[in-house]
Structure formats: structure tokens, C-alpha cells
């Protein structure tokens, strides 16, 4: 089994999921019909999740393909069928660029938003509160007369860095443990993953595994290769040693892509325990390229796999479950909060 360190990979990932042909087919007609049938096609020889989404793509041709016709059919039609056909995918890294539209997949944004598992207003008043500070991309403030750090990071789009991470536990350090809120955070630069890691204990120890799609047969992908933590020699880094208290991380259906990835990681270290709902998933990266008239597309080509063999594609499974009551909510209590405040104390 192939195996690879998280930073070469972050690498790998920002420049493949980047690589998307600018060019189009010069050989391929742009007629209606052709460019139905040429992004069918690519999605059925590339996509990764057919079987983790239980999608029958031939059932999603037969649906589809008799919307489109040649002669007068108008480009925002033509449009609205494609996207129809990507949306059943229920991928949100899937979506058809054209110079009028961009397509989204309804049923992963219904479940970001409408299944949020935060109130952000109980948050800032009772939580962050007036006083908060801000350190680079995270807000935070202590909880629990001074025993507990609350930290909010709201997008992995805002970069963090080691000093920021170096500060936060110098003025916690008398804290019990932190609590690391990526609620709604819907992902961004997947190195911030590589910064927050670093101040864990890092051996060199197995994060996941990742196999990318590679031959038209739905089932064929490359070797599974093994990503593994970086080794850190905590006494020539800007930390004296790991940060092994606890360490308690809150999502729900609006951690996505990024977010998700962190949340597996997560699986290898002791002192690190997922608080909250299922997160919205989105660990395959997209690639794609052009149609014959010019849109472009893309879709997830890879697949990641977590250390306890589980596929989360769908949503990363919290250690604790934890979902918004109402009831609390009305007095200004956030209960997820709470519990992940009880566990760092006892």
C-alpha cells in the first residue's frame, strides 16, 4: 500500500482539484444532443461516489436525455436539464459553469442550511460575548469562569497560522482544554487543515486514506494510498511539546469539504473528540474540463477513506451526538457548546 505525507498531499490536492481543462473539444459537435450526451458520459467514466450516493446514472439518462432536442432548443434550457442531471448526484463539489449560470446542488445547501445545527446569535451574545478577541482568522473567549477556551473558525477560505495557533495556547494554557467550533464552516484551503494539525501530537501516524477514479468502469480506482501526519520534532518548532489536553471540535451539515477532511483527521489523535450532528460531507475533490459549447463543468474523481474503514462522503459521523435544543436556545444556551464543555471539565 502506497503511503504519503499530509503536506505533499495538500499539495497534490490544491493543484489537482485546480486542473480543470480550459479548452474545448474542437472535434465534438455543439449541438444540444452532443453536449447532453458528452457530459453524461464524462460523469459516468469519472465520477466516484455512484455506489456511496446509490445513483443509477443509466436510470438518470433515461429521465433526462428526452428533455434535450436539437434545432431551437435555447442555451438556458439546455442548461437547466444539465444541471437537473449533475443535481441528482447530491454532490456539492459537483456543479455546470456557463457564462449565464452556475449550478448548485439544492439538496447539500437545503441540508447546510436548513439542518444548521448553530445559532449564531446565542453564540456572539453568550458565548464570544462583547469582549471577544480576535487572533488571525479565529475568534474566541473563555467559557466556564476561565476553565474552558472557546474558539470560532468560521471558513478554512481564512488562513490561520502557527504563531496564531502559538498565541491561543499561551494565554489558554491555564484552561482544562478548548473547544474548536467549525459549525458551518463550509471549507476553503485545505493547508489551514496542515496548521491546525500541527499543534497535536504528530508521529508520523496514519490520518486516512484517498484512491482517485482510473478507468471508465464505475468501480475502478487507483491503489489506496495512506496519508500520514507530518513527523514533528515539537522541540525545534515553535511549540515546546503537543498540545494534549482536551480538545473538542463542534460541526454539523454546514462543516463541509474542508471541514470534513479535518474532522477525519481528527480520528487520530486521543485527546480530540467530535461534538455536534453528522457534518455536510464533500470528501471526494472535483476536477473536470469543457463541454463542446464552451460551459465547463465539475465533479468528484476521488474517495477518501477514514482509519475506521468508513466512507463519509455523505456526512463525518460526530462522537457525540449533539442536536440544538430549542428550549436552550430560547434562554440563550448553547447545549452543543455545553457538552463539549462538560467532557474537557470532568
Known amino acids: 500500500m502506497k503511503k504519503i505525507q499530509f503536506f505533499l498531499l495538500c499539495l497534490f490536492m490544491l493543484s489537482f482539484a485546480s486542473c480543470e481543462r480550459a479548452f474545448m473539444p474542437t472535434d465534438e459537435p455543439s449541438n444540444p444532443v452532443n453536449v447532453f450526451d458528452y457530459l453524461w458520459n464524462k460523469v459516468d467514466q469519472q465520477y466516484a461516489f455512484f455506489d ?13 436525455r428526452p428533455k434535450v432536442s436539437d434545432g431551437d432548443m435555447h442555451l438556458d434550457s439546455l442548461f437547466q436539464v444539465c444541471a437537473a442531471m449533475l443535481n441528482t448526484l447530491q454532490d456539492g463539489h459537483t456543479n455546470l459553469i456557463s457564462k449565464f449560470d452556475v449550478s448548485h446542488n439544492d439538496s447539500v445547501y437545503y ?3 436548513a439542518e ?14 462583547v469582549n471577544y478577541h480576535t487572533t488571525g482568522s479565529i475568534a474566541h473567549n473563555a467559557i466556564r469562569d476561565g476553565k474552558v477556551a472557546y474558539l470560532r473558525y468560521s471558513s478554512f477560505m481564512d488562513d490561520i497560522t ?16 478548548m473547544i474548536l467550533d467549525l459549525r458551518q464552516n463550509g471549507g476553503g484551503n485545505i493547508l489551514n487543515i496542515r496548521t491546525l494539525l500541527s499543534i497535536f501530537d504528530n ?3 496514519p490520518l486516512y486514506r484517498t484512491q482517485i477514479k482510473s478507468g471508465p468502469a464505475h468501480d475502478a480506482f487507483t491503489e489506496l494510498t495512506t496519508v500520514y501526519a507530518d513527523s514533528i520534532d515539537y ?5 515546546d511539546e503537543p498540545y494534549t489536553k482536551p480538545f473538542a471540535v463542534l460541526i454539523d451539515r454546514g462543516s463541509y469539504s474542508a471541514t470534513s477532511f479535518f474532522a477525519i483527521c481528527t480520528m487520530a489523535y486521543d485527546n480530540i473528540k467530535l461534538f455536534g450532528d453528522y457534518s455536510g460531507g464533500g470528501l471526494g475533490l472535483p476536477n473536470g474540463g469543457a463541454l463542446p459549447n464552451g460551459w465547463t463543468y465539475r465533479f468528484s474523481i476521488t474517495r477518501t477513506i477514514a482509519l ?7 456526512g463525518v459521523p460526530p462522537a457525540e451526538r449533539v442536536i440544538l435544543d430549542p428550549a436552550c436556545t430560547a434562554q440563550g444556551i448553547d447545549n ?5 464543555a462538560d467532557w474537557i471539565m470532568q
Open 52 to 64: 456511496v450516493k446509490g445513483v443509477d446514472w443509466d436510470s438518470v439518462y433515461e429521465v433526462y
Open 111 to 113: 441540508r447546510m442550511y
Open 116 to 129: 444548521r445545527n448553530i445559532n449564531t446569535e446565542v453564540v456572539v451574545l453568550n458565548y464570544l460575548t
Open 162 to 177: 502557527t504563531d496564531n495557533l502559538d498565541y491561543l495556547r499561551h494565554i489558554y494554557e491555564n484552561c482544562d482544554g
Open 203 to 205: 508521529h508520523g501516524q
Open 235 to 239: 522541540n525545534d518548532s515553535f511549540t
Open 308 to 314: 475506521d474503514g468508513g466512507n463519509y462522503e455523505n
Open 336 to 340: 452543543v457548546i455545553e457538552a463539549a
